[in-house]
């Protein structure tokens, strides 16, 4: 309770500071798909998939090559960009579906959530003048006291849950509440078309209702996640792929146009060059459960191989940031809630115990330094500490591993018995940052925690995993 009221003072006291200037900030828009591969995007150089409005995105803003996520599942990694920090120092380590869960956990079901002492972005950026809609999927507490209007947002247009249809549910007997499509809060109405493109739209009539006072909109598309739907014409577009791939490649047609649309409408209202535009995406993708591909990295989504939580990652911002940067240092996702609030001319000191670096001057080239020395990422016993360009991999059911990610991208050469000294030492500062955890407060069931490892080594060599592809071709 402490905590909230503290909140409460500091978001009251940031919200008098920013009453001025409030039609020079930026505004600001969130892309985020949904298990998305690292290689099915133009801009990282896919000749299958078609995404042209993301890849003039690229060309026109940041790209980012290494560009990270929290963790390599939904839940958690959408925990870490919506606080700016590791979401294991607040217990939120594991993914989010109950089933999934072990029963020692302190939370099941509709209670495991983003703890509501936690300041969201969106919080942050209401009390900098924002207004803020959040439209797709939530996946972040299905209790109503973690609904996203009250979590900073202010317009709500989706699903509260992991994944659902694209397709409107004709009947709602039986379907639990964090599936159904819902308008604000508590208005069940399921959407008038293909969720990706209704989401988009929502947006764009959003950005022509808030034109004229600075708005952030966290666009979650549920597009790529299972299951695979796509419109009968999206899958024309692609007559020479076959099964699950031509679904996937369909999805993420349909994923462009949205993004598109909306992008299109800041242009029509003469937006574009004080918007902040990024795309990202949660975790790597499920090549097994979509059929997407993270090649040349190994590994996919729920590991932690570089193709479990390295994604595309964009920034757009026509005022600041040169066209066609390449930004080649590790950032990760929760440096947009510093990035934002900088952008939004927020005081940095009001930021409390964050992870996340404001990335503005790094990309202007202002500081030439790295963003981050250190990275860690860790689910139950298995956790990676990056320093620099060394890789740590510690393992429950085998020995740990490290890579040069200089050298070796696709994580084929492990180097531990060849380091000794480097493992230690990564070790022991590994054990430093997991002291500065909580406990989690629900864990993984065991026999999900080898079907991860398992996971990872079916699509760990590449030449496995081409050879796996075949089928679609
Ligand atoms: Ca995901």
Same mark, same amino acid.
């Given at each position: 309770?402490?905590?909230?009221?503290?909140?409460?003072?500091?978001?009251?006291?940031?919200?008098?500071?920013?009453?001025?200037?409030?039609?020079?900030?930026?505004?600001?828009?969130?892309?985020?798909?949904?298990?998305?591969?690292?290689?099915?995007?133009?801009?990282?150089?896919?000749?299958?998939?078609?995404?042209?409005?993301?890849?003039?995105?690229?060309?026109?803003?940041?790209?980012?090559?290494?560009?990270?996520?929290?963790?390599?599942?939904?839940?958690? /990694?959408?925990?870490?960009?919506?606080?700016?920090?590791?979401?294991?120092?607040?217990?939120?380590?594991?993914?989010?579906?109950?089933?999934?869960?072990?029963?020692?956990?302190?939370?099941?079901?509709?209670?495991?959530?983003?703890?509501?002492?936690?300041?969201?972005?969106?919080?942050?950026?209401?009390?900098?003048?924002?207004?803020?809609?959040?439209?797709?999927?939530?996946?972040?507490?299905?209790?109503?006291?973690?609904?996203?209007?009250?979590?900073?947002?202010?317009?709500?247009?989706?699903?509260?849950?992991?994944?659902?249809?694209?397709?409107?549910?004709?009947?709602?007997?039986?379907?639990?509440?964090?599936?159904?499509?819902?308008?604000?809060?508590?208005?069940?109405?399921?959407?008038?078309?293909?969720?990706?493109?209704?989401?988009?739209?929502?947006?764009?009539?959003?950005?022509?209702?808030?034109?004229?006072?600075?708005?952030?909109?966290?666009?979650?598309?549920?597009?790529?996640?299972?299951?695979?739907?796509?419109?009968?014409?999206?899958?024309? #577009?692609?007559?020479?792929?076959?099964?699950?791939?031509?679904?996937?490649?369909?999805?993420?047609?349909?994923?462009?146009?949205?993004?598109?649309?909306?992008?299109?409408?800041?242009?029509?209202?003469?937006?574009?060059?004080?918007?902040?535009?990024?795309?990202?995406?949660?975790?790597?993708?499920?090549?097994?459960?979509?059929?997407?591909?993270?090649? =040349?990295?190994?590994?996919?989504?729920?590991?932690?191989?570089?193709?479990?939580?390295?994604? =595309?990652?964009?920034? #757009?911002?026509?005022?600041?940031?040169?066209?066609?940067?390449?930004?080649?240092?590790?950032?990760?996702?929760?440096?947009?809630?510093?990035?934002?609030?900088?952008?939004?001319?927020?005081?940095?000191?009001?930021?409390?115990?964050?992870?996340?670096?404001?990335?503005?001057?790094?990309?202007?080239?202002?500081?030439?330094?790295?963003?981050?020395?250190?990275?860690?990422?860790?689910?139950?016993?298995?956790?990676?500490?990056?320093?620099?360009?060394?890789?740590?991999?510690?393992?429950?059911?085998?020995?740990?591993?490290?890579?040069?990610?200089?050298?070796?991208?696709?994580?084929?050469?492990?180097?531990? /018995?060849?380091? =000794?000294?480097?493992?230690?030492?990564?070790?022991?500062?590994?054990?430093?940052?997991?002291?500065?955890?909580?406990? =989690?407060?629900?864990?993984? #069931?065991?026999?999900?925690? #080898?079907?991860?490892?398992?996971?990872?080594?079916?699509?760990?060599?590449?030449?496995?995993?081409?050879?796996?592809?075949?089928?679609?071709?």
């Amino acid at each position: 309770m402490k905590k909230l009221s503290y909140l409460f003072v500091l978001l009251l006291f940031m919200s008098c500071q920013s009453k001025t200037q409030a039609q020079d900030k930026p505004n600001i828009i969130f892309l985020f798909s949904d298990d998305a591969g690292y290689a099915d995007f133009g801009f990282h150089g896919s000749k299958v998939m078609k995404t042209p409005n993301l890849d003039k995105l690229s060309d026109q803003g940041v790209r980012f090559t290494q560009g990270y996520v929290t963790d390599a599942t939904c839940g958690p /990694s959408r925990a870490g960009l919506m606080t700016g920090k590791y979401q294991q120092r607040f217990g939120y380590q594991e993914i989010n579906v109950p089933g999934y869960m072990s029963e020692n956990s302190k939370f099941l079901g509709d209670d495991m959530g983003l703890p509501l002492d936690q300041v969201t972005i969106a919080d942050y950026l209401k009390a900098l003048g924002y207004t803020n809609a959040m439209y797709g999927k939530w996946h972040l507490g299905n209790a109503d006291r973690f609904h996203p209007l009250n979590r900073g947002f202010d317009e709500f247009y989706g699903f509260r849950g992991g994944g659902r249809s694209y397709f409107p549910y004709k009947y709602f007997k039986g379907i639990h509440h964090d599936n159904k499509m819902e308008r604000n809060f508590g208005n069940f109405e399921e959407p008038n078309g293909y969720a990706t493109d209704v989401f988009a739209d929502e947006a764009v009539s959003f950005i022509e209702r808030n034109k004229d006072k600075p708005f952030f909109i966290y666009l979650a598309f549920n597009a790529v996640h299972t299951p695979m739907e796509a419109t009968e014409e999206d899958l024309k #577009k692609f007559p020479s792929l076959k099964g699950k791939r031509k679904e996937v490649a369909a999805m993420t047609w349909a994923l462009d146009r949205a993004c598109g649309k909306v992008m299109d409408k800041l242009k029509e209202l003469g937006l574009d060059d004080n918007t902040i535009v990024v795309f990202s995406n949660d975790n790597g993708g499920p090549t097994d459960k979509n059929a997407s591909l993270n090649l =040349p990295l190994s590994g996919t989504k729920s590991n932690h191989l570089e193709g479990g939580f390295r994604v =595309p990652y964009l920034i #757009k911002w026509p005022r600041k940031f040169k066209a066609g940067t390449v930004y080649n240092y590790p950032v990760s996702t929760f440096d947009l809630l510093p990035t934002f609030h900088a952008a939004a001319g927020g005081d940095m000191a009001d930021l409390k115990d964050i992870d996340g670096v404001n990335l503005i001057p790094f990309i202007t080239g202002d500081n030439k330094a790295r963003p981050h020395e250190d990275l860690f990422w860790k689910k139950d016993v298995r956790a990676v500490y990056r320093h620099n360009d060394w890789k740590l991999i510690r393992f429950a059911d085998r020995p740990a591993e490290l890579y040069d990610l200089s050298k070796d991208l696709t994580e084929q050469n492990d180097l531990a /018995s060849k380091h =000794p000294e480097r493992l230690k030492s990564m070790f022991k500062k590994l054990f430093e940052w997991e002291l500065t955890l909580e406990r =989690p407060l629900w864990t993984l #069931k065991q026999q999900f925690e #080898k079907y991860d490892t398992d996971r990872m080594d079916w699509f760990r060599n590449p030449e496995l995993v081409k050879e796996y592809m075949k089928k679609y071709d």
